[in-house]
Protein backbone atom coordinates (compact mmCIF):
# COMPACT_ATOMS: atom_id res chain seq x y z
CA UNK A 1 0.00 0.00 0.00
CA UNK A 2 0.99 3.61 -0.72
CA UNK A 3 2.65 5.66 2.56
CA UNK A 4 -0.35 3.51 4.57
CA UNK A 5 0.81 1.13 7.97
CA UNK A 6 -1.58 1.43 10.17
CA UNK A 7 -3.50 -1.78 8.92
CA UNK A 8 0.40 -3.59 9.38
CA UNK A 9 -1.76 -6.97 10.43
CA UNK A 10 -4.04 -7.01 6.96
CA UNK A 11 -0.69 -6.59 4.90
CA UNK A 12 1.06 -9.12 6.42
CA UNK A 13 -2.04 -11.71 5.71
CA UNK A 14 -2.90 -10.29 1.71
CA UNK A 15 1.10 -10.05 0.92
CA UNK A 16 1.86 -13.46 2.14
CA UNK A 17 -1.56 -14.86 0.28
CA UNK A 18 -0.48 -13.42 -2.61
CA UNK A 19 3.61 -14.68 -2.34
CA UNK A 20 2.59 -17.94 -1.59
CA UNK A 21 -0.38 -18.00 -4.89
CA UNK A 22 1.01 -15.67 -7.33
CA UNK A 23 2.13 -18.04 -10.96
CA UNK A 24 3.69 -15.05 -12.24
CA UNK A 25 5.59 -14.17 -8.90
CA UNK A 26 4.97 -10.30 -8.82
CA UNK A 27 7.13 -8.13 -6.88
CA UNK A 28 5.22 -7.59 -3.41
CA UNK A 29 5.94 -3.86 -1.69
CA UNK A 30 4.52 -1.03 0.75
CA UNK A 31 5.74 2.10 1.56
CA UNK A 32 5.70 5.15 4.72
CA UNK A 33 5.67 8.02 4.01
CA UNK A 34 9.25 10.31 4.04
CA UNK A 35 11.66 8.55 6.23
CA UNK A 36 15.15 7.92 7.00
CA UNK A 37 15.28 4.43 6.37
CA UNK A 38 13.15 1.04 4.43
CA UNK A 39 9.42 -0.33 5.77
CA UNK A 40 9.63 -3.20 6.96
CA UNK A 41 12.53 -4.67 5.18
CA UNK A 42 13.22 -7.82 6.91
CA UNK A 43 9.60 -9.20 6.47
CA UNK A 44 9.62 -12.44 3.99
CA UNK A 45 6.65 -10.93 1.56
CA UNK A 46 8.46 -7.64 1.10
CA UNK A 47 10.02 -7.64 -2.53
CA UNK A 48 12.23 -4.63 -1.99
CA UNK A 49 13.80 -1.89 0.18
CA UNK A 50 11.23 0.82 0.02
CA UNK A 51 11.89 4.25 1.15
CA UNK A 52 10.29 8.23 0.41
CA UNK A 53 11.93 10.95 1.06
CA UNK A 54 9.64 13.79 0.28
CA UNK A 55 11.98 16.07 1.45
CA UNK A 56 13.81 19.40 -0.38
CA UNK A 57 17.57 21.11 -0.36
CA UNK A 58 17.45 22.98 2.87
CA UNK A 59 19.96 22.71 5.08
CA UNK A 60 18.14 20.50 7.44
CA UNK A 61 18.17 17.94 4.41
CA UNK A 62 21.90 18.15 3.37
CA UNK A 63 23.39 15.93 0.42
CA UNK A 64 25.50 13.68 2.90
CA UNK A 65 23.95 13.65 6.27
CA UNK A 66 20.22 12.74 4.73
CA UNK A 67 19.90 11.68 1.47
CA UNK A 68 23.04 9.87 1.18
CA UNK A 69 23.19 8.28 4.39
CA UNK A 70 19.52 7.04 3.73
CA UNK A 71 21.14 5.29 0.90
CA UNK A 72 23.11 3.76 2.78
CA UNK A 73 20.88 2.57 5.11
CA UNK A 74 17.95 1.24 2.48
CA UNK A 75 21.26 -0.64 0.81
CA UNK A 76 22.28 -2.82 3.54
CA UNK A 77 19.15 -5.64 3.63
CA UNK A 78 20.35 -7.82 0.63
CA UNK A 79 17.24 -6.60 -1.29
CA UNK A 80 17.06 -4.17 -4.38
CA UNK A 81 17.15 -0.62 -2.57
CA UNK A 82 14.22 1.74 -4.40
CA UNK A 83 13.56 5.44 -3.31
CA UNK A 84 10.64 5.79 -5.46
CA UNK A 85 9.48 9.17 -3.85
CA UNK A 86 11.96 11.90 -3.90
CA UNK A 87 10.62 15.33 -3.49
CA UNK A 88 9.30 17.41 -5.61
CA UNK A 89 10.24 21.34 -6.43
CA UNK A 90 6.65 22.63 -5.49
CA UNK A 91 5.36 21.21 -2.29
CA UNK A 92 8.39 20.11 -0.55
CA UNK A 93 10.44 23.31 -2.41
CA UNK A 94 12.97 20.65 -4.01
CA UNK A 95 13.95 23.41 -6.54
CA UNK A 96 17.38 23.26 -7.19
CA UNK A 97 17.71 21.29 -10.09
CA UNK A 98 21.27 20.68 -9.45
CA UNK A 99 21.10 19.61 -5.71
CA UNK A 100 18.38 17.33 -7.13
CA UNK A 101 20.97 16.18 -9.35
CA UNK A 102 23.08 15.27 -7.06
CA UNK A 103 20.74 13.56 -4.86
CA UNK A 104 19.81 11.42 -7.68
CA UNK A 105 23.26 10.39 -8.46
CA UNK A 106 24.72 9.86 -4.73
CA UNK A 107 21.23 7.44 -4.17
CA UNK A 108 21.98 5.56 -7.77
CA UNK A 109 26.19 5.57 -7.47
CA UNK A 110 25.31 3.71 -3.75
CA UNK A 111 23.61 0.91 -4.73
CA UNK A 112 20.10 1.89 -4.86
CA UNK A 113 17.03 3.15 -7.33
CA UNK A 114 15.62 6.29 -7.42
CA UNK A 115 12.92 8.17 -9.36
CA UNK A 116 12.43 11.71 -9.73
CA UNK A 117 9.06 13.00 -8.60
CA UNK A 118 7.63 16.31 -10.33
CA UNK A 119 5.19 18.86 -10.15
CA UNK A 120 2.75 19.50 -6.85
CA UNK A 121 1.16 16.31 -6.50
CA UNK A 122 -0.57 13.27 -8.43
CA UNK A 123 -3.17 16.00 -9.60
CA UNK A 124 -0.44 17.66 -11.87
CA UNK A 125 0.30 14.08 -13.50
CA UNK A 126 -1.61 14.48 -17.13
CA UNK A 127 -0.04 17.96 -17.82
CA UNK A 128 2.35 17.03 -20.29
CA UNK A 129 3.42 21.04 -21.08
CA UNK A 130 5.08 20.87 -17.70
CA UNK A 131 8.85 20.54 -17.28
CA UNK A 132 10.63 20.81 -13.84
CA UNK A 133 13.64 22.37 -13.98
CA UNK A 134 16.50 19.47 -13.75
CA UNK A 135 14.63 17.13 -16.09
CA UNK A 136 17.32 17.75 -18.19
CA UNK A 137 20.02 15.80 -16.18
CA UNK A 138 17.88 13.07 -15.76
CA UNK A 139 18.38 11.19 -19.51
CA UNK A 140 22.49 11.36 -18.98
CA UNK A 141 22.20 9.62 -15.49
CA UNK A 142 19.85 6.60 -17.49
CA UNK A 143 22.05 6.61 -19.94
CA UNK A 144 25.41 6.53 -17.72
CA UNK A 145 23.68 3.69 -15.47
CA UNK A 146 22.66 1.56 -18.52
CA UNK A 147 26.11 2.04 -20.28
CA UNK A 148 27.86 -0.63 -17.16
CA UNK A 149 27.23 -3.78 -15.66
CA UNK A 150 25.34 -2.08 -13.08
CA UNK A 151 23.71 -5.23 -11.58
CA UNK A 152 26.89 -6.31 -10.84
CA UNK A 153 28.38 -3.69 -8.60
CA UNK A 154 28.02 -2.81 -5.01
CA UNK A 155 29.20 -0.43 -2.45
CA UNK A 156 33.17 -0.49 -1.59
CA UNK A 157 34.43 1.50 1.15
CA UNK A 158 38.36 0.97 0.42
CA UNK A 159 38.71 1.32 -3.57
CA UNK A 160 38.20 4.60 -4.40
CA UNK A 161 38.23 7.60 -1.36
CA UNK A 162 38.79 11.12 -0.67
CA UNK A 163 40.33 12.36 2.19
CA UNK A 164 41.69 15.89 2.48
CA UNK A 165 38.59 17.73 0.82
CA UNK A 166 35.42 18.52 1.65
CA UNK A 167 33.13 16.16 -1.02
CA UNK A 168 30.54 14.04 -0.97
CA UNK A 169 31.06 10.72 -2.53
CA UNK A 170 29.91 7.34 -3.12
CA UNK A 171 31.73 4.00 -4.89
CA UNK A 172 30.37 0.98 -6.26
CA UNK A 173 32.68 -1.80 -7.76
CA UNK A 174 32.12 -5.43 -8.76
CA UNK A 175 33.32 -8.43 -6.86
CA UNK A 176 36.17 -8.97 -9.59
CA UNK A 177 37.04 -5.27 -9.56
CA UNK A 178 36.44 -5.23 -12.78
CA UNK A 179 34.69 -2.17 -13.06
CA UNK A 180 34.22 0.56 -10.00
CA UNK A 181 32.58 4.25 -10.17
CA UNK A 182 33.00 6.79 -7.82
CA UNK A 183 30.34 9.85 -7.61
CA UNK A 184 31.60 13.10 -5.83
CA UNK A 185 29.90 16.12 -5.75
CA UNK A 186 30.16 19.76 -3.92
CA UNK A 187 28.03 20.34 -0.76
CA UNK A 188 26.86 23.44 -2.45
CA UNK A 189 25.60 24.85 -6.15
CA UNK A 190 27.98 25.98 -8.38
CA UNK A 191 31.20 25.21 -6.23
CA UNK A 192 34.46 24.87 -8.03
CA UNK A 193 36.48 22.06 -6.77
CA UNK A 194 40.61 22.40 -8.01
CA UNK A 195 43.41 20.05 -7.17
CA UNK A 196 41.34 17.56 -5.19
CA UNK A 197 42.95 13.79 -4.98
CA UNK A 198 41.46 10.18 -4.74
CA UNK A 199 43.39 7.67 -2.84
CA UNK A 200 42.46 4.34 -4.68
CA UNK A 201 43.46 0.86 -3.56
CA UNK A 202 42.42 -1.70 -5.92
CA UNK A 203 44.32 -5.22 -6.92
CA UNK A 204 47.14 -5.52 -9.37
CA UNK A 205 46.13 -4.32 -13.04
CA UNK A 206 46.29 -2.06 -15.62
CA UNK A 207 43.34 0.07 -15.28
CA UNK A 208 41.94 3.06 -17.60
CA UNK A 209 40.37 6.48 -15.43
CA UNK A 210 37.84 8.03 -16.82
CA UNK A 211 36.68 11.95 -15.57
CA UNK A 212 32.87 12.57 -16.96
CA UNK A 213 31.24 15.61 -16.24
CA UNK A 214 27.71 13.71 -15.00
CA UNK A 215 25.61 16.97 -16.32
CA UNK A 216 26.00 15.64 -19.71
CA UNK A 217 28.50 13.03 -19.59
CA UNK A 218 30.97 14.85 -21.40
CA UNK A 219 34.46 13.04 -20.95
CA UNK A 220 37.00 15.73 -19.15
CA UNK A 221 39.91 13.57 -19.12
CA UNK A 222 41.40 10.29 -19.16
CA UNK A 223 43.82 8.02 -18.47
CA UNK A 224 45.86 4.86 -17.72
CA UNK A 225 47.10 3.33 -14.32
CA UNK A 226 48.81 0.23 -12.89
CA UNK A 227 48.29 -0.69 -9.40
CA UNK A 228 50.48 -3.66 -7.76
CA UNK A 229 47.55 -5.00 -5.26
CA UNK A 230 46.38 -3.87 -2.39
CA UNK A 231 49.20 -3.06 0.22
CA UNK A 232 49.45 0.28 -2.33
CA UNK A 233 47.53 3.11 -2.54
CA UNK A 234 47.46 5.41 -5.28
CA UNK A 235 46.80 9.10 -4.88
CA UNK A 236 45.32 10.90 -8.03
CA UNK A 237 44.94 14.51 -8.84
CA UNK A 238 41.14 14.66 -10.28
CA UNK A 239 40.57 17.39 -12.81
CA UNK A 240 39.38 20.82 -11.80
CA UNK A 241 35.56 20.72 -11.80
CA UNK A 242 32.48 22.06 -10.89
CA UNK A 243 29.83 20.72 -8.60
CA UNK A 244 30.43 17.03 -9.25
CA UNK A 245 32.26 14.16 -11.08
CA UNK A 246 32.52 10.57 -11.87
CA UNK A 247 35.63 8.80 -11.78
CA UNK A 248 34.96 5.44 -13.62
CA UNK A 249 38.20 2.84 -13.33
CA UNK A 250 37.61 -0.65 -15.41
CA UNK A 251 40.14 -2.88 -16.15
CA UNK A 252 42.27 -3.29 -18.91
CA UNK A 253 44.38 -6.25 -17.73
CA UNK A 254 45.76 -8.04 -15.22
CA UNK A 255 49.18 -8.58 -13.90
CA UNK A 256 50.91 -11.73 -13.32
CA UNK A 257 51.31 -12.05 -9.54
CA UNK A 258 54.54 -13.25 -8.29
CA UNK A 259 54.97 -16.21 -6.61
CA UNK A 260 55.24 -16.36 -2.92
CA UNK A 261 57.10 -18.04 -0.52
CA UNK A 262 55.39 -21.06 1.33
CA UNK A 263 54.30 -19.45 4.69
CA UNK A 264 54.30 -15.64 3.66
CA UNK A 265 51.38 -13.42 3.08
Not at 73 to 78: L, M
Not at 111 to 121: A, K, L, M, P, V
Not at 209 to 224: A, G, S, T
Request: contains cysteine.
Amino acid sequence: MNEEISNELFQDSIATYIKNNDPYKHLIISSDGTADDALWPHKEWMSMAIVHTCTGNQPDYDLENWYLNIAKNIRQYGKPAFNNESGREKRHKNDDPIHRRKQGWLFSNAGCFWTWHSWDGCEGINDTTYFADGWQYLKPMKNYYESIPFWKLEPTYTVCILKECDLIFSTMSSPERDTSVMYCCTKQTHQMVENAKVYLRIKNGLYTLRFIKPENLELIDQMEFVSEGLKNQYKIKLPTFMDDLIIEITVKGRIEEKTLIEGTL
